[in-house]
């Protein structure tokens, strides 16, 4: 389950960790937050319906794609 913190924290922009299936750097959202950036969008998290993270790219250029 995601709270409250964890949502907050990747709102700002920082690493946040699961020690219990740590793999890799977390390179991964820094990417796409790059990308994301450099075409105008943005991109949200909040609590899954059915559990686990739900991540939200949006804006106008979405349109053009």
Same mark, same amino acid.
């Given at each position: %389950?995601?709270?409250?913190? !964890?949502?907050?924290?990747?709102?700002? *922009?920082?690493?946040?960790?699961?020690? /219990?299936?740590?793999?890799g750097r977390?390179?991964?959202? /820094?990417?796409? /937050?790059?990308v994301v /950036? %450099?075409?105008?969008?943005?991109?949200?998290?909040?609590?899954? %319906?059915h559990g686990?993270? %739900?991540? !939200?790219?949006?804006?106008?250029?979405? *349109?053009?794609?």
């Amino acid at each position: %389950e995601i709270d409250d913190a !964890t949502i907050a924290r990747l709102e700002k *922009g920082e690493l946040v960790r699961d020690r /219990r299936r740590a793999r890799g750097r977390g390179l991964g959202l /820094r990417i796409v /937050r790059r990308v994301v /950036r %450099e075409h105008g969008l943005s991109l949200s998290f909040a609590r899954g %319906e059915h559990g686990g993270l %739900e991540v !939200t790219v949006s804006g106008s250029a979405l *349109g053009a794609c």
